[in-house]
């Protein structure tokens, strides 16, 4: 099971984005926050300035959206070259409709969770998905604590991809720190977005290998692999 490190440009200087994600190249996907106001009570970017980010970017980008009524919007982004869309199940009806959308345009479809949403009727789902990102904090701002109370979902989901052998990747996000990520990995994740804590670190480069190996070494089942 490979470890995935992706810095979450919330927490990146917003006028500097190409020096700043020329300090993360070691990570593996960039992680980008599209807020509406509406879904959460904030703001960031849309399209336009993810077209751009597709431009600039060494590392492909992780659209994570955070907006109502993503029918309307996240097919935009899978066609603007975005490597994966997640969008919320909280805003939408039909997740499995939109999934395909996103797949047949050849974007990574995932479906993301707040905090308080249960992962229970999303299971038999997953074949629909690429990946399932499981919210660590109420979404809307970087440098929030995390919430272990999300950890049973993990083990959910895990348990599920075991037994079915789908290749869907397990992300969590918000308040992953050194400490966290080995939470998250020991609980299922694989897949780990870290906005202050990669870029507000002196070294981005080291921070993003600390939590690397910090994952690592605490990946799910890890122990019950040796025989
Ligand atoms: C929060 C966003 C996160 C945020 C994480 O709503 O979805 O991606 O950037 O920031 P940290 O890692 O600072 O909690
Ligand atoms: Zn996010």
Redesign the pocket.
């Known amino acids: 099971m490979a470890t995935r490190i992706n810095p ?1 440009i ?2 990146a200087d917003f006028a500097n984005f190409e020096s700043e994600l020329s300090r993360i190249r070691s990570a593996d996907l960039v ?1 980008v ?1 599209i807020m509406d106001n509406h879904f ?1 009570p904030n703001l960031t970017f849309g399209l336009g300035m993810v077209e751009r980010l597709q431009q600039i970017s060494p590392l492909p980008l992780d659209i ?1 959206l ?1 907006i109502d009524d993503p029918e309307r919007w996240a097919p935009g982004y899978a066609e603007a070259g975005a490597y994966s869309v997640t969008f919320h199940a909280e805003a939408t009806t039909e997740p499995v409709a939109l999934a395909r959308r996103l797949r047949q345009i050849g974007a990574r479809a995932g479906i993301a969770l707040k905090p308080g949403t249960d992962v229970a009727p999303y299971l038999e789902l997953l074949p629909e998905f690429d990946q399932v990102l499981v919210m660590t ?1 109420e ?6 604590s995390f919430m272990e109370s999300t950890m049973p979902k993990l083990a959910q989901l895990r348990s599920e991809v075991q037994k079915t052998g789908l290749d869907v990747w397990l992300q969590v ?4 720190t050194e400490q966290t990520i080995e939470i998250a990995a020991l609980a299922g994740a694989d897949t780990f ?5 990669v870029f507000g670190a002196e070294n981005p480069a080291a921070q993003i290998s600390l939590l690397r190996e910090r994952a690592a070494s605490h990946r799910h089942g890890a122990g019950n692999l040796e025989s």
């Open positions: 979450s919330l927490a992680h926050d959460v994570h955070m904090v979404p809307g701002f970087g440098g929030q996000d918000g308040g992953i977005v870290a906005g202050s804590s």
